[in-house]
């Protein structure tokens, strides 16, 4: 039990920065236009030797904004609980911990899932379309490892309390 909260713990700890990284950083994407390479994030956009905060309130950013923050708190609270499961932590024993920590990496994988597919659905619509040169950058990258990563530690989490609800009986026939 305690090698998947573990399990679940690492992938948690990993996943939560990468979220930050990936929510706070501009690599979103790169493109190039009149002869500069350009990149963005949801925050702000870059062009050479400048970096400017997004002015204009788009509604795919704003959306995907607010996923990764939704993404960020129930991942956080998730790795708090978590722990509080690991070590015994005995308040709050109306409901069971690792239960709650696996349904909120759950909950955090689909916000950061959502977040990615709102932003890569628009992008490959609107710049695929309008710039012949542009990618992916690696905080979206980012974005995407921390999906599966959330994912598995709800997995973890999940085993874990199969595990804690099902123990083998120690009286074999």
């Not at 573990?6 to 939560?16: E, M, P, R, T, Y």
């Not at 002015?55 to 722990?83: E, H, K, N, P, Q």
């Not at 599966?148 to 099902?166: Q, W």
Request: charged share 10%; glycine share 10%; hydrophobic share 45%.
């Amino acid at each position: 039990m305690y090698s998947f909260m573990g399990g679940g713990l690492f992938c948690a700890g990993v996943g939560n920065i990468l979220l930050i990284v990936s929510t706070a950083t501009d690599y979103w994407m790169q493109y190039r236009h009149s002869n500069n390479y350009m990149h963005q994030g949801l925050w702000r956009y870059c062009v050479p030797g400048k970096c400017m905060t997004h002015t204009d309130s788009i509604a795919y950013w704003d959306a995907t904004r607010a996923f990764m923050i939704l993404s960020l708190l129930a991942c956080f609270l998730g790795l708090v609980i978590g722990v509080m499961a690991f070590i015994h932590y005995s308040s709050f024993d109306g409901f069971d911990k690792t239960f709650a920590a696996g349904i909120l990496f759950f909950i955090s994988c689909f916000f950061v899932l959502l977040a990615m597919a709102v932003y890569t659905g628009v992008t490959v619509n609107y710049y695929g379309k309008r710039y012949g040169n542009w990618r992916f950058s690696w905080s979206y990258i980012m974005g995407w490892v921390a999906v599966v990563l959330m994912f598995f530690s709800g997995i973890f989490y999940m085993c874990a309390y199969r595990m804690h609800e099902c123990p083998r009986s120690s009286n074999s026939r």
